[in-house]
């Protein structure tokens, strides 16, 4: 029997793939540093379990709305009029099962057979196999020192081109991007009448007084081609509990609400009170978080500039370093690398050729100070050996 050419195209996600192993190798007693992990260490805060906790003991457990409960888009719609600046009304907002689903439900609406999506690289490993799913062709485009260069991505545009995928603050590679780059994207796509699709998942986690913006509120021109999707899992520390959400004009946003009702139905009950739960809480308890990720940043980055090239990242929680100068003789290529360090060093990190940047490493921070200090030691140790 033979399995979809859909299906056979795609590959299994290198990150949850990669923490499956670590897992595996924790559980039989190794002393393993996680330098891969894509979700803050942090516990959901109280006031998201509790709700969560309550809505449960409540009997919230019911089939919901297929968009989302009405009292969270309302508050979401709300949330992002005020801190993004993107005029958005309840009618506009989906929640999904995090922002995966949401970015699955973009592609299968937008894209037919051949529809190309412009991907800047370094990329999020899931971007080009969502859209891949969809039928839609992934065209990469170079980033310069990890910032969208708009002339390339003018030269990529063809009369395949459907969208553009923009990531800030970025996975892999912590980069914001600025206001004049997301501008001119807008202006682009606005003037080839092509959809740009937003990735904010990082949007509470940027440095060094960086601001987070969201392209859709630099322009109300920009409105009616602008997807946002968002999650509460980075910034809110809810990474298990699977809920995101879309910021879509009405006309994509029916369809996308089609599908969604036939792939899933509602998000789970319970969990979109905890949602709630988190849009209402005292911002402090957040910005403590952030606060402590801006101390690990000024930890990690020097250990980490140390031995590899390095660009500083100003959001989320991710080192990307140049390795090329450890890679030939010793080491094949990155992928190389990381295997050694995990089997060596016992430190797992993730390989750049993962979001199409081979030579480099993804090094997680989302970790406690004294492990980055060990984990980092360990790395330098086994590089001099």
Not at 196 to 207: F, K, Q
Not at 226 to 234: G, P
Not at 323 to 346: H, I, N, P, R, S
Request: proline share 6%; glycine share 8%; net charge negative.
């Amino acid at each position: 029997m033979t399995l979809s050419d859909r299906i056979l195209q795609i590959s299994e996600s290198n990150t949850t793939r990669l923490m499956g192993i670590v897992n595996q190798l924790k559980a039989e007693g190794k002393q393993i540093v996680s330098f891969n992990a894509g979700e803050p260490d942090f516990d959901a805060p109280e006031p998201i379990t509790a709700a969560t906790i309550k809505a449960l003991q409540e009997g919230k457990t019911k089939y919901g709305a297929v968009p989302g409960e009405p009292w969270l888009r309302a508050a979401i719609a709300e949330k992002v009029t005020k801190e993004n600046g993107i005029p958005a009304k309840p009618e506009n907002v989906l929640v999904a099962n995090g922002s995966k689903q949401v970015l699955y439900n973009v592609f299968q609406a937008l894209c037919n057979p051949g529809d190309e999506v412009i991907v800047f690289k370094p990329y999020w490993v899931t971007f080009p196999e969502g859209i891949r799913l969809a039928g839609g062709v992934p065209v990469f485009v170079d980033t310069v020192e990890h910032q969208p260069d708009i002339n390339l991505i003018r030269e990529a545009i063809t009369p395949k081109t459907k969208a553009i995928l923009v990531n800030s603050p970025n996975n892999p590679t912590g980069a914001v991007y600025s206001r004049e780059a997301l501008f001119e994207i807008g202006k682009l796509a606005v003037e080839k009448q092509i959809y740009v699709i937003s990735d904010e998942a990082y949007e509470g986690l940027v440095y060094d007084g960086e601001k987070h913006i969201s392209l859709a509120s630099l322009d109300p021109s920009f409105e009616p081609w602008v997807l946002t999707t968002q999650t509460f899992s980075k910034s809110y520390c809810m990474t298990g509990f699977r809920v995101g959400y879309l910021i879509a004009p009405k006309d994509v946003f029916k369809s996308i609400n089609n599908l969604h009702s036939h792939l899933t139905g509602n998000v789970c009950t319970f969990a979109q009170y905890g949602a709630l739960a988190a849009l209402e809480m005292d911002p402090a308890i957040m910005q403590s978080m952030q606060e402590t990720f801006q101390r690990r940043l000024d930890l990690a980055y020097p250990l980490c500039a140390e031995l590899f090239d390095t660009v500083k990242p100003k959001g989320a929680f991710y080192l990307f370093p140049n390795v090329e100068k450890y890679l030939g003789d010793q080491f094949k290529d990155d992928d190389a690398l990381t295997e050694y360090l995990l089997q060596e060093a016992q430190v797992a990190v993730v390989s750049g050729s993962s979001f199409g940047a081979p030579g480099h490493l993804r090094i997680s921070f989302s970790t406690g100070e004294e492990a980055i200090k060990e984990g980092f030691a360990r790395i330098k140790a086994a590089l001099q050996k």
